[in-house]
């Protein structure tokens, strides 16, 4: 699937791609893996959610030899240079990143596709991750996503934020972190991980899947560290760093919206209020509709659209969690959260 372009190169990102594009990837995936092999040898490891083992690396877990993987990171980390116009998406996965991808991409693109050319939006064909791509993926990118060096860049990334490459730090630019209860978090990783598990090693249990998480276990977990390391960072510097949560964005979604407008620097006009904007671009990215849309077809060879839609809904937990798993959580999260001002809802 690709979207269309043409007009509108200025903010959209280069991400259609041909086969030798692709091929020329994998190559270079190769490359960069072979590049940190010797690295990757020394960290401790644990059996992995998806691939076979998750690896530790300053202080959190990754898969390797993937697109998202530990050796993206150390590459990153080496090589990524961020502009101070830069603005980054950050989350753990399963956290409500795809949405969070299609807000931001019709937040600041909205004014491409008003009135009659809504038809045209990109989200109505394609996949949010390929409107905007991960960091992580574009360490492998012969031509980067975005060729206009005066382009404004949305990039998103799973990286914890002490991992983050030095320049994105050091840069002053803007970054989004988004945020879900940990019991929603292990369901949906679940479910995910049930689907894109190499069929030779079996389903996953919900109890082993537990056990992990509850361990802090999971790609670029622990989930409390990857959390605070965030949370920490929007008190410093809230100008910079603006902290969100799926529930709220649920409850609230109108404000949290606007907030979001507001924050990336695309405040909406009372003129566009007044139109319905705001409920329009809600309609856009709700779940309803991005999941009929992406119903078919492949983000990537090994990853169905449909995998990023499963049920979009707070406290689905509660039907998979028993009474003492519930209260294992709860009492890390109080734990680890101890004096922090992080919530969800009463029934979260
Ligand atoms: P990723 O980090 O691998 O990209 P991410 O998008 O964070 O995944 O997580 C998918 C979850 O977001 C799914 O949750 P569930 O398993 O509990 O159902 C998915 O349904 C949910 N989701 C996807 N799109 C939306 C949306 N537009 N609104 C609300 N939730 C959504």
Known sequence: MSIPIASHAFYLPSITKCNDE??????????????????????????????ENVYMYQGFWHQSSRRISVETVMALQDTFKARPTDIYLATLPKSGTTWLKALVFSLVNRNLYKNNRLSTHPLLVSNPHNCLPFIEIEVFRNTPTYVDPHSLRLFATHIPYTSLPQSILDSGCRLVYLCRNPKDVLVSMFHFANKLRDKSRGLMTFEEAFELFSRGVMPTGPYWDHVKGYHKVSLEYPKNVLFLTYEDMNINTMNNVKRLAKFLGYPFTEEEEAEGAVQGIIRLC???????VNKHGNLREDIPNGAFFREGKVGDWTNYLTGEMNRIIDEITKEKFYGLDISWCPTC
């Open 286 to 292: 709700s779940y309803e509709n991005l999941s009929e």
């Open 22 to 51: 692709d091929k020329q990837e994998r190559a270079n995936m190769a490359l960069v893996f072979d590049q940190y092999k010797d690295r990757l040898a020394t960290l401790p490891k644990e059996k992995g959610w998806i691939t």
